[in-house]
């Protein structure tokens, strides 16, 4: 027996996933099946069209024969238009964020030959958004989510991901759509792993430059250059709320001698200048700008010890 074509319009189908933390229940209508080829076998040719909900669309295109698909058979898979949001108690349950916009584009390619499959799903979004992070979730992750989002997007706040997905469909351990969920988890560790990196590249800052920010403790402000690199160092930071950045004082101590070399000069010329003024020892005096103006016009020269003008040889 043959049947040309099989042709199936405007059905309906709920789907319903209460393994979630908050539950999911997703409508499907409008759904039209056009099948060519028919035989006793199966379906070699089979397209499923639907409605998905918000102004969503989906199409399912299936080569092969239907009693037999795990033998060999294509699966591919088209959405287009679907709501993030609607998504969001996937993203609670595997992140503890839940989506709050953005317009998602999925296609998916499937491979089917004795039993294994092997897929590769491309995800496409437009301005995704996520809300708070739930603290009732328990989510072994803990994933700075925000962050990370940022580092993602493009310059036209698109985020596309390639998630490559295979395994024996016969395996009760192999789940596809966790598999997905797995490895789209995965791939936000690996940029967790790195944020500082990560962040100051997704905003155009050369992280090797912070690495080192010389200051010299005897300036009375930052510099230009100083400046800049802490606000980069701010920026960074916004966008993360878990990051800390720590600053570790580090010496050179080539420097640091030269500058208590100085210190101690500055301090001779200052005794001396006192006592050209009789200044006693024991008394206390509080030099004023003109007086450090005075100061440093006194010198000396430092030999197996400092010694005054009047007493050089």
Do not use: C
């Not at 639907?50 to 199409?59: E, I, K, Q």
């Not at 958004?129 to 698109?158: C, F, T, W």
């Not at 997905?165 to 192999?174: C, R, T, Y």
């Not at 912070?210 to 100083?226: G, H, R, S, V, Y």
Request: proline share 4%.
């Amino acid at each position: 027996m043959l049947v040309r074509t099989l042709t199936i319009s405007n059905g309906h189908f709920i789907f319903d996933d209460n393994a979630l933390a908050d539950g999911f229940s997703f409508q499907i209508i409008n759904i039209n099946i056009k099948a060519k080829n028919i035989t006793q076998n199966g379906a070699e040719n089979a397209l499923l069209t639907a409605d998905l909900p918000h102004g969503g669309t989906a199409t399912l295109r299936f080569q092969g024969k239907m009693k037999d698909y795990k033998e060999r058979s294509l699966v591919a898979l088209n959405v287009s238009k679907l709501q993030l949001r609607d998504l969001s108690p996937y993203g609670v349950t595997y992140l503890a964020y839940p989506f709050t916009d953005g317009i998602l584009t999925f296609n998916s390619k499937n491979t089917i030959e004795a039993g294994y499959i092997d897929g590769n799903n491309h995800f496409d979004v437009i301005n995704p958004e996520i809300g708070e992070r739930r603290n009732d979730i328990d989510s072994a992750k803990h994933l700075p989510l925000k962050a990370i989002l940022y580092m993602l997007k493009d310059k036209n706040g698109r985020v596309k991901l390639d998630v490559p997905v295979s395994g024996k469909l016969d395996d009760p351990k192999f789940n596809y759509w966790k598999s997905i969920w797995k490895t789209l988890g995965n791939l936000l560790i690996k940029m967790a792993s790195t944020p500082f990196n990560n962040i100051s590249n997704a905003l155009g800052i050369n992280a090797n430059e912070l690495q080192f920010i010389p200051l010299d403790p005897m300036a009375k402000d930052f510099t230009n250059e100083q400046y800049k690199k802490l606000s980069d160092l701010a920026r960074i930071a916004r966008y993360d709320s878990s990051m800390v950045i720590i600053l570790a004082q580090q010496i050179n101590a080539d420097a640091e001698d030269e500058m208590l070399a100085m210190a101690e000069q500055r301090n001779e010329r200052a005794r001396i200048y006192m006592m050209q003024l009789g200044v006693k020892p024991g008394q206390i005096m509080i030099l004023t700008q003109p007086d450090l103006t005075n100061v440093n016009k006194i010198g000396y020269k430092v030999d197996s010890e400092l010694r005054s003008p009047d007493n050089e040889e």
